[in-house]
């Protein structure tokens, strides 16, 4: 039912929302930016309540999703996922997209691209499992393929491979081969990428100091 405002009380746990009353009893709680559209005495219909809490609601999945998107950028697809998860409605995840996408703090190439960068940077993939991971992450095949052909996948091969080269350091020629080749395949490289690499790698490998006679 409607009734009048009496009260409009900051939160103590968070301050970013208000507390209204209804004829002196606690009705609902609202964002501060929707709450500062209303004034003590104001009388409320029904149909004005529901408007507020429409509105409310998808200010808290924008509050949710923009504390989603402080800790590094996301996919729509991985926010829409994250807001269903905490019981938001589509309607407003949909509204939420929206707004986040027109604020350009929402885009899947941008996301793509930054993901790719990131993996070059500290974890090399070859383009199989870049690919995987940006689908696994809802972004569509078009953006993805885009991204991945500018990706430089020798680069990134050369530096998964100068990683692994120094941890089988001592390892005879047979093993070095099958390790140096298993680890860069899990990592998503073709064989086309790895064939070189193995190869230099294994002319570059110190040879080995020669007996000497006696020993």
């Not at 429409?54 to 949710?64: K, P, Q, S």
Request: net charge positive.
């Amino acid at each position: 039912m409607g009734g009048r405002i009496t009260a409009l009380k900051v939160q103590k746990r968070n301050r970013q929302r208000v507390s209204v009353y209804l004829d002196g009893c606690f009705a609902f709680g609202l964002a501060a930016i929707e709450a500062a559209r209303l004034r003590v005495g104001l009388v409320l219909s029904d149909e004005e309540i529901a408007r507020l809490r429409e509105r409310d609601t998808v200010e808290r999945a924008v509050e949710r999703a923009l504390n989603l998107l402080s800790y590094r950028p996301r996919s729509q697809a991985e926010i829409r996922r994250r807001l269903a998860q905490k019981g938001f409605e589509e309607g407003a995840i949909q509204e939420t997209l929206g707004r986040l996408s027109r604020a350009g703090l929402l885009d899947d190439q941008a996301f793509a691209r930054y993901w790719v960068e990131n993996r070059l940077q500290f974890n090399p993939r070859g383009v199989i499992a870049l690919r995987q991971e940006l689908r696994q992450k809802g972004v569509g095949d078009l953006v993805i393929e885009e991204v991945l052909a500018e990706y430089d996948e020798e680069k990134a091969a050369a530096r998964a491979a100068e990683a692994a080269v120094r941890r089988l350091h001592g390892c005879d020629p047979a093993v070095f081969r099958r390790r140096l080749h298993d680890y860069l395949r899990r990592r998503g490289f073709s064989y086309a990428i790895i064939k070189p690499l193995l190869e230099q790698a294994l002319a570059d490998r110190e040879p080995e100091e020669p007996l000497e006679d006696g020993e």
